[in-house]
């Protein structure tokens, strides 16, 4: 049994746009939680198993997956057929994986450590800075439409989604801004952002 502990408007909906993408919403349950928000709303949910009440959580069986990088390179892997991968053994499978893991450890450190107004001289070295990751991204999209190549992923789907979430660090390049459009144009992210409403309204 699969459960996805989800709030709504938070990094988790890129979890249900996953689920979309993979059209598997009849094999997971979504489990609404509450959640301390920035704006200093909302509460803890007891009820929530990730170790810090955060979101998302996965629980397959029993067992919690958590962090959203993680979480997609397990469903993905669970269930190959949908596509949002490429299979171990292809020749973007290195690619598919690095850009999941550079997501978690340096994108998003980066861009919220700007937002945040934080910086240092060691931080800069460690993980550079918003050139570098635009750096990065656009000389991927030189080589294909998306991260990997040719085809959509989740890879693309996560690293997409810090420029919708911190639209300020979307750099002023035409391969960036397209790609990002392409990303948010998919049907799926119009269908976890209804799922959401719904909650939000009930």
Not at 29 to 54: A, F, Q, S, W, Y
Not at 192 to 198: L, Q
Request: glycine share 6%; proline share 7%.
């Amino acid at each position: 049994m699969l459960t996805l502990i989800h709030a709504p408007n938070t990094r988790s909906t890129r979890i249900l746009m996953l689920i979309d993408e993979m059209s598997i919403w009849d094999r997971i349950d979504i489990e609404p939680v509450d959640v301390l928000r920035n704006d200093g709303t909302g509460r803890r949910d007891l009820g929530n198993p990730h170790p810090e009440g955060k979101v998302p959580a996965l629980i397959h069986d029993g067992t919690v997956i958590t962090e959203s990088a993680a979480i997609m390179l397990y469903l993905t892997a669970l269930f190959p057929e949908s596509g949002l991968a490429p299979k171990p053994g292809a020749a973007e499978r290195g690619a598919y994986l690095t850009w999941l893991f550079w997501y978690q450890g340096v994108m998003e450190p980066v861009m919220m450590a700007e937002a945040l107004g934080l910086s240092h001289p060691g931080m800069t070295r460690s993980y550079r800075g918003l050139k570098e990751i635009a750096d990065r991204v656009k000389a991927a999209l030189e080589k294909g439409p998306y991260l990997c190549g040719a085809d959509f992923s989740a890879a693309d789907l996560i690293c997409a989604s810090a420029y919708r979430f911190l639209p300020q660090f979307l750099p002023d390049n035409r391969l960036i801004r397209e790609w990002v459009a392409r990303c948010d144009a998919r049907p799926a992210l119009a269908r976890a952002k209804a799922y959401d409403a719904r909650l939000v309204a009930a």
